[in-house]
């Protein structure tokens, strides 16, 4: 638990599923103020049915420059303000670089790019007037190293990594920014890609043997997050088993 965490008015993207919940839950435990923002409706319903102490859930797709927008001036109505922005919203395909049509490409880069740089801004000119903040971007070891049939998705995990060690440069030192890189986490959208015999293939590659627990990824962000990383920024922070390794 992180003393300096309590009170602090907190959004997650993609919030109600996989990594992104389970670091919405931790921030509740941290007793911040938590908002779910989410493109599945069912799913908010669903987080928020589980644990009533999040503040509200937002239904909005990231890859909406208005959506976004919206949604943060909601959020401003329901906190006055904000802290903490977990950057997490994603989406992957697993497919052959020579089968990614345009439609493809376009879609994660949409939602995986330009999401982050929608919610980024709208936090920094929430976060700028009152000279402190911390966004968390999550990235991915995709963004630092060649996962095959991931083309699209690794290339827009590695622009997120610089995207905030850029920011991360502009906005020192009132702005703390940092990539989380986390490798296998067994998360919904990681189920429904892989077979089980794929995940045992996988497992077999990490030093560690298996993949992560989403909450063990939560414990990174609310570190991050926390006064205890205070000279932690512009960075990509790894939680990949030694899978890199």
């Not at 003393?3 to 941290?30: N, W």
Request: glycine share 8%; net charge negative.
């Amino acid at each position: 638990m992180y003393d300096d965490l309590k009170g602090k008015r907190v959004v997650v993207t993609g919030g109600a599923s996989g990594i992104g919940l389970a670091v919405a839950r931790r921030f509740v435990s941290e007793n911040c103020k938590v908002v779910i923002l989410d493109r599945n409706q069912e799913a908010i319903d669903t987080a928020r049915a589980e644990r009533p102490e999040f503040a509200d859930g937002i239904c909005a797709d990231v890859s909406s420059q208005d959506e976004v927008k919206a949604a943060f001036e909601q959020i401003d109505q329901l906190m006055g303000g904000l802290d903490i922005l977990i950057s997490n919203a994603g989406i992957s395909v697993r497919k052959p670089f020579t089968e990614v049509d345009y439609a493809q490409w376009s879609k994660i880069m949409r939602v995986n790019l330009d999401g982050m740089f929608f919610c980024a801004r709208a936090a920094i000119q929430r976060m700028e007037p009152q000279r402190s903040g911390v966004i968390l971007f999550t990235a991915s070891t995709s963004g630092l190293a060649a996962n095959p049939n991931y083309a699209d998705y690794s290339a827009s995990k590695a622009a997120i990594i610089n995207l905030a060690r850029t920011i991360a440069w502009e906005c020192a030192p009132w702005l703390r920014i940092n990539a989380v890189c986390p490798g296998y986490v067994m998360t919904p959208m990681q189920k429904a890609e892989y077979t089980a015999e794929m995940i045992d293939e996988v497992n077999s590659h990490i030093p560690m043997g298996r993949h992560a627990n989403p909450e063990e990824l939560a414990a990174v962000y609310a570190f991050l997050a926390s006064s205890e990383a205070s000279y932690i920024t512009g960075t990509a922070i790894i939680a990949d088993g030694g899978g890199i390794a």
